[in-house]
């Protein structure tokens, strides 16, 4: 399968710890990024690979995997961390691009 | 500064054509694998197609293969999607976004297509 399956929303008190996922068969064999986009901007990448942060992107955010699942945490989340959260890998043959349906995430 | 400034959208009619472009700059365009994609309107986002940096590979979204044409120009900087027989469903904000050593590290601001009658 090509998909990846992500929760639609999660929720997380300010402050508090939270962790987003991301499952999908690729996911055995290809690493997730993940993207965080915020209303009416473009996404921004802000994990890839094993767990690599770009330049510029707070070390609060942090990435794991294991097994059909990939993870995207939050640690001590802030209010300007609500917003979508997308992951993405590549498909079975390696060649194609798949992207997760999305996470909503509400910092309360 | 990298830079990736698509425009070409509007709106258009069911089964017509348009062609989005992305003007590059800020960095060696012609070393960056290139894709495009899309998000329709309230929705998530969606993988269009790919192209090698050299255009010699290029790979479509089912959704896509058989109507949209990704293609570039090294020496212009600039990247391409020749959209034809357009559906109400492909209206969406459309990305151009670079593939570097950090997967799609950057984006532009995208451009929208409308297909409506």
């Known amino acids: 399968s090509s998909e990846l399956t992500q929760d639609p929303a999660v929720s997380v008190a300010l402050g508090q710890t939270v962790r987003i996922t991301c499952q999908g068969d690729?996911?055995?064999?290809?690493?997730a990024s993940w993207y965080q986009q915020k209303p009416g901007q473009a996404p921004v990448l802000v994990i890839y690979?094993?767990?690599n942060r770009p330049s510029g992107i707070p070390d609060r955010f942090s990435g794991s995997s294991s097994g059909n699942t990939a993870s995207l945490t939050i640690t001590g989340a802030q209010a300007e961390d609500e917003a979508d959260y997308y992951c993405?890998?590549?498909?079975?043959?390696?060649?194609?691009?798949?992207f997760g349906g999305g996470t909503k995430l509400t910092v309360l | 500064e990298v830079q990736l400034v698509e425009s070409g959208g509007g709106l258009v009619q069911p089964g017509g054509s348009l062609r989005l472009s992305c003007a590059a700059s800020?960095?060696?365009?012609?070393?960056?694998?290139m894709n495009w994609v899309r998000q329709a309107p309230g929705k998530g986002l969606e993988w269009v197609s790919y192209?090698?940096?050299?255009?010699?590979?290029?790979y479509y979204a089912d959704s896509v293969k058989g109507r949209f044409t990704i293609s570039r120009d090294n020496a212009k900087n600039s990247l391409y999607l020749q959209m034809n027989s357009l559906r109400a469903e492909d209206t969406a904000v459309y990305y151009c976004?670079?593939?570097?050593?950090?997967?799609?590290?950057?984006w532009g601001q995208g451009t929208l297509v409308t297909v409506s009658s």
């Open positions: 976004a670079r593939i570097g050593e950090s997967d799609f590290d950057y």
């Open positions: 800020g960095f060696t365009f012609s070393s960056y694998e």
């Open positions: 192209i090698s940096s050299s255009g010699s590979t290029i």
């Open positions: 690729s996911l055995r064999s290809y690493y």
């Open positions: 690979g094993k767990n």
């Open positions: 993405n890998s590549r498909d079975s043959s390696g060649n194609l691009v798949v």
